[in-house]
């Protein structure tokens, strides 16, 4: 069964820092990989996707980063600004018979000004 | 851009009460799912459905049923309310078709009283 994990579970920067937030998932046999935004009680916004072929997507200031082989997933965001400040979640998708979604319990970001 | 809508943002309901969520996407996509997400567990599949009349249970299938009776609309419906269905309820839709992006909606947050 397929289970996602995100570290760290929060992570508090100064504006303008380079960061990295981790996901890592058990079943390397995924369809996509992708990224979401939330802010509190809103709705998810997809930020970047990555099919099973890709090794990385780009835009604007996020990198997202695929190994399969390791089962791991990065997301790069340069110069983090305060407006960046949400929770961000990974989420793997697979072809099981009909398409399902793993979601990692996602890492809140917090930055200062 | 593809749009999912959902019927309410806010929802307050007493228990026993027959509640219906519904969810609409305009882009002709295949594949819709309902989540619930709660604090400390995440975003869990409740069901999906990858296309009209197709529902398939997902992992807290329990005190829930679907319908799906046109391509672009996906209810969720509660047979009678319990305290612990107390949630934030996310509608999603993705086309298998291309590029598989999951596109949410902004989510009804329900309380049943």
């Known amino acids: 069964k397929q289970e996602v994990t995100q570290i760290p579970a929060a992570l508090s920067v100064p504006e303008g820092e380079n960061l990295v937030l981790n996901c890592s998932f058990t079943d390397s046999a995924i369809y996509n990989l992708q990224w979401f935004r939330q802010d509190p009680g809103k709705g998810l916004t997809s930020l970047l996707l990555i099919q099973s072929s890709q090794r990385e997507q780009t835009s604007g200031r996020l990198n997202a980063s695929l190994d399969k082989s390791s089962g791991r997933s990065t997301l790069y965001i340069a110069a983090s600004q305060p407006g960046d400040s949400a929770t961000y979640l990974c989420a793997a998708t697979q072809n099981t018979g009909g398409f399902k979604t793993i979601f990692g319990a996602g890492t809140r970001l917090f930055v200062k000004a | 851009d593809v749009k999912v809508t959902q019927s309410s943002r806010y929802l307050v309901k007493r228990t026993g009460e027959k509640v219906f969520l519904e969810c609409v996407q305009d882009?002709?996509?295949?594949?819709m799912f309902w989540y619930r997400q709660d604090p400390g567990l995440g975003l869990r599949l409740i069901y999906f459905?990858?296309?009209?009349?197709?529902?398939e249970k997902g992992d807290i299938p329990e005190g829930y049923s679907v319908s799906r009776e046109k391509k672009e609309r996906f209810s969720l419906i509660l047979e009678s309310a319990s305290t612990n269905q107390t949630s934030m309820y996310l509608c999603?839709?993705?086309?298998?078709?291309?590029?598989?992006?999951?596109?949410f909606g902004p989510g009804t947050r329900l309380t049943v009283l």
């Open positions: 999603a839709s993705f086309d298998s078709r291309s590029y598989n992006e999951q596109f």
């Open positions: 459905s990858y296309d009209v009349k197709m529902k």
């Open positions: 882009m002709d996509h295949e594949n």
